[in-house]
């Protein structure tokens, strides 16, 4: 059965403490990582897709990266306005559909 | 430009009552998208769409009805509300053109039945 992992569920940073969001997933082909940041009572936002093992993606203070079994979302010297849940998703080659993870809720502090 | 916009934003219901949630995308997209999302489950999949016309099951169906009758148009149906459906709804597009295909999704309808 095709499955996506986040840990942790949740994450307190100090502004400025860079740390690691992960996303393992078990998944029979895999056709794209996607990571999304979803504020309280919004919509997830598309941060970056991710195709194959090895492959990295940056934005800002965000860098994505990709193994064949998980992707890291590494954030460098956080703010507060990086407050947020971040998920993951991955689009397999059954179905096409995308599998989510259940998110990392992430706060920084000033 | 839009994007993906959903009505209405809240909505409460009595058990039993109907009602019908509205998608609509201005991309010109041909795939659209219903999810769930509830406390510790994630987003999970009810409905979706591959084009004008179609319609398909996703995870989680049984009590949902869906129409795509028009390209931009993607409706959700509850036919009796049961409070078991109290959640917050998001639609989603994608283009559909292959590849990994990015899903953008809308602001969320949050919906609640007594």
């Known amino acids: 059965e095709d499955q996506v992992t986040q840990s942790p569920e949740a994450l307190r940073l100090q502004e400025g403490e860079s740390s690691s969001l992960n996303c393992s997933y078990t998944v029979s082909g895999l056709r794209g990582l996607f990571w999304y940041r979803q504020d309280p009572g919004k919509g997830p936002e598309f941060l970056f897709t991710?195709?194959?093992a090895g492959e990295e993606k940056e934005k800002e203070r965000l860098k994505a990266t990709l193994t064949k079994k998980e992707s890291f979302l590494h954030i460098t010297a956080p703010k507060p306005e990086d407050s947020a849940t971040y998920l993951c998703?991955?689009?397999?080659?059954?179905?096409?559909?995308?599998?989510f993870g259940q998110g990392t809720t992430l706060q920084v502090k000033p | 430009n839009a994007g993906v916009t959903q009505t209405p934003k809240f909505r409460v219901l009595k058990t039993g009552q109907s009602m019908t949630l509205l998608c609509a995308q201005d991309m010109n997209h041909e795939y659209m998208y219903w999810y769930r999302q509830d406390p510790g489950m994630g987003l999970r999949l009810i409905h979706y769409s591959v084009g004008e016309g179609t319609t398909a099951k996703g995870e989680v169906p049984d009590g949902y009805n869906v129409s795509r009758l028009k390209k931009q148009n993607f409706l959700l149906g509850l036919e009796s509300a049961a409070p078991s459906q109290t959640s917050v709804y998001f639609c989603?597009?994608?283009?559909?053109?292959?590849?990994?295909?990015?899903?953008?999704f809308g602001p969320g309808t949050r919906l609640t039945v007594l």
């Open positions: 998703a991955v689009r397999t080659s059954n179905t096409g559909k995308l599998i």
């Open positions: 991710l195709y194959s």
């Open positions: 989603a597009s994608s283009s559909g053109t292959g590849g990994p295909d990015t899903q953008y």
